[in-house]
T-cell receptor
Framework: GENVEQHPSTLSVQEGDSAVIKCTYSDSASNYFPWYKQELGKGPQLIIDIRSNVGEKKDQRIAVTLNKTAKHFSLHITETQPEDSAVYFCAASIGTGGFKTIFGAGTRLFVKA | DAGVIQSPRHEVTEMGQEVTLRCKPISGHDYLFWYRQTMMRGLELLIYFNNNVPIDDSGMPEDRFSAKMPNASFSTLKIQPSEPRDSAVYFC???????????FGSGTRLTVV
């Protein structure tokens, strides 16, 4: 089955700096890669996703890149702000909707003001 | 839309007691997922339903766990009897067939003493 590894487990950055979180997956059939942000006491919330037919996607300060050959994908947050502090999860699935999504272990991001 | 609604938010019970967690998915979403989150194991998929029918329950840890979805707007996850190692945050999520990603509820924090 699919296995998703995520690094680093903890990341601390200064406000205004960039943050990068990296993930690798094992199943070459996976073609959908969402990223979730989880704030304290809340459920994970989808923040951005990418499909296998796209190499990069950007939404304001966040961007995701995908390298299908190497089976890894990354989340980039620029101009970090204190409200970006949260746990971020990468995930991989075959398709969307009715397919199992396997999550990475999470990265706790601290943005210091 | 009010999102995915879970109840209760917190549950403290004694070992051996029956626990029932409840979930109301977003109207129109065809898929419903139950996840368990712990520090040690991260987010684990327990079971998921499509149009109220259980599709994959391979993540249900033991026979003590059971889940039902009697209609499109309601699902339950039951643990009987409960054990201290069942202590975790349990999330319900839903998604449409052609949607992207999941919408998670706020979770139920279960403590078994």
């Amino acid at each position: 089955g699919e296995n998703v590894e995520q690094h680093p487990s903890t990341l601390s950055v200064q406000e205004g700096d960039s943050a990068v979180i990296k993930c690798t997956y094992s199943d070459s059939a996976s073609n959908y890669f969402p990223w979730y942000k989880q704030e304290l006491g809340k459920g994970p919330q989808l923040i951005i996703d990418i499909r296998s037919n796209v190499g990069e996607k950007k939404d304001q300060r966040i961007a995701v890149t995908l390298n299908k050959t190497a089976k890894h994908f990354s989340l980039h947050i620029t101009e970090t702000q204190p409200e970006d502090s949260a746990v971020y999860f990468c995930a991989a699935s075959i398709g969307t909707g009715g397919f199992k999504t396997i999550f990475g272990a999470g990265t706790r991001l601290f943005v210091k003001a | 839309d009010a999102g995915v609604i879970q109840s209760p938010r917190h549950e403290v019970t004694e070992m051996g007691q029956e626990v029932t967690l409840r979930c109301k998915p977003i109207s129109g979403h065809d898929y419903l997922f139950w996840y368990r989150q712990t520090m040690m194991r991260g987010l684990e998929l327990l079971i998921y339903f499509n149009n109220n029918v259980p599709i994959d329950d391979s993540g249900m840890p033991e026979d003590r766990f059971s889940a039902k979805m009697p209609n499109a707007s309601f699902s339950t996850l039951k643990i009987q009897p409960s054990e201290p190692r069942d202590s975790a945050v349990y999330f319900c999520a839903s998604s449409p067939t052609d949607g992207v990603g999941y919408t998670f509820g706020s979770g139920t924090r279960l403590t078994v003493v």
